[in-house]
Antibody
């Protein structure tokens, strides 16, 4: 069974940093591209970032480019999202997703709140 | 990276069919056969319902179908059931990135 478990969310002040993690199991992590998607409270889904299977290629939404960094540790089957210079508008549930024939599996999400 | 355009809401009675549209541009929906659809119930993670425009993942009922014409993709749900009431999002590949629609709330009357 495919499982994705996010962690690392919490309350952070504007300008602060957080690192999200996504532990993967039940599939061959090293063969899959992975994505982060976020959802502000009461709002729709927004794609954030994508990484290829070996970590050599990454892409970002314009709204996070230069502030967020996606990475992965294939030895640990774990995906990361380093978030710096956080803003109030980054407040959202952050989901990691397996990118295989669409975003085929999703975690339960981790909530990030940016507030003073 | 502008969001794809979906109707805010649609509704239908049990047993009826509804279609949700998703309009983009030639740089996303119209340019690639990589449109997917997601169902999200309140407080839950999204679930993939359709990928690559027309394909259904294992376990998704065949009442759900997808299509595309030009810059507009569509999700059709036939034989509506109460459990289909949810938010639905389209998503398209956009040349290296992904872009979602704003979401459509489906109400089963």
């Amino acid at each position: 069974e495919v499982q994705l478990v996010e962690s690392g969310g919490g309350l952070v002040q504007p300008g602060g940093s957080l690192r999200l993690s996504c532990a993967a199991s039940g599939f061959t992590f090293t063969s899959n591209w992975m994505d982060w998607v976020r959802q502000a409270p009461g709002k729709g889904l927004v794609w954030v970032s994508r990484i290829n299977s070996d970590g050599s290629s990454t892409t970002y939404a314009d709204s996070v480019k230069g502030r967020f960094t996606i990475s992965r540790d294939n030895a640990k089957n774990t995906l990361y999202l380093q978030m710096n210079s956080l803003r109030a508008e980054d407040t959202a549930m952050y989901y990691c997703a397996r990118d295989w024939g669409g975003l085929s599996s999703w975690g339960q999400g981790t909530l990030v709140t940016v507030s003073s | 990276q502008s969001a794809l355009t979906q109707p805010r809401s649609v509704s239908g009675s049990p047993g009826q069919s509804v279609t949700i549209s998703c309009t983009g541009t030639s740089s996303d929906v119209g340019g690639y056969n990589y449109v997917s659809w997601y169902q999200q119930h309140p407080g839950k993670a999204p679930k993939l319902m359709i990928y690559d425009v027309t394909n259904r993942p294992s376990g998704v009922p065949d009442r759900f179908s997808g299509s595309k014409s030009g810059n507009t993709a569509s999700l059709t749900i036939s034989g509506l059931q109460a459990e289909d009431e949810a938010d639905y999002y389209c998503c398209s590949y956009a040349g290296g990135s992904l872009v979602f629609g704003g979401g459509t709330k489906l109400t089963v009357l």
